[in-house]
């Protein structure tokens, strides 16, 4: 049976805003376990074994981390008032740079993850959004036995302003992940304060 295009049933509500979201971070940060976490559908992973090729290029802290993603996650999320946020998970090894600032691409913005074990690794992350003009929400994802800083010492460890929201949450759990959509629709949508002329 053929479908009329007015007959034809929607996916997406009618009317509903689609979004472009990029999670970025170090390797083995929870990128993938976050979007996996928030995501409506059954996320889309490219995860593949490491491999000791990798090991030559690539200076990875988590020894305990069997796989890695090797070109993006993909899932998705609707939020309230009809917002669509598709959900792209990035790489966390240095050399997919390139990659990533393609991933940035018509972006509304993205969400760093940060473990403060390994505080310098999201310095790179913070440098592509800043490098694209994208807002973005630093989210420190909780490891067992992780340190736990003051807010301004990770502030000024990241060089991050006043107004960049800095959360923490536990990218295993939908609610507490869910947060770093919030923090970041809500920065998007914040009046900006207007500057002098």
Not at 6 to 22: D, F, I, Q, W
Not at 100 to 126: F, N, Q
Not at 135 to 163: C, G, K, S
Request: hydrophobic letters at 40%; aromatic letters at 6%; charged letters at 25%.
């Amino acid at each position: 049976m053929a479908f009329s295009s007015s007959s034809r049933p929607h996916y997406l509500p009618p009317g509903s805003t689609s979004v472009k979201v990029v999670v970025l971070g170090a390797f083995g940060v929870g990128k993938t376990t976050l979007v996996e976490a928030v995501s409506e559908i059954r996320p889309l992973r490219t995860e593949e074994r490491l491999s000791r090729a990798g090991q030559v290029v690539d200076d990875l802290p988590t020894a305990a981390k069997t796989t890695t993603t090797v070109a993006m996650d993909f899932g998705r999320r609707t939020l309230a008032g009809g917002i669509v946020v598709y959900l792209f998970g990035a790489p966390g090894q240095p050399r997919f740079a390139d990659m990533i600032r393609s991933l940035l691409d018509g972006a509304l913005g993205g969400i760093v993850l940060l473990d403060t074990r390994h505080v310098d690794a999201c310095y790179e992350s913070i440098g592509l959004l800043e490098e694209a003009g994208l807002p973005y929400v630093v989210a420190i994802n909780d490891f067992p036995r992780a340190p736990v800083y003051p807010e301004p010492v990770l502030r000024d460890a990241l060089t991050l302003p006043d107004d960049r929201p800095l959360i923490r949450i536990d990218a295993r759990a939908r609610e507490s992940a869910k947060q770093s959509l919030i923090a970041l629709v809500k920065d998007v949508l914040r009046p900006k304060e207007t500057q002098p002329r």
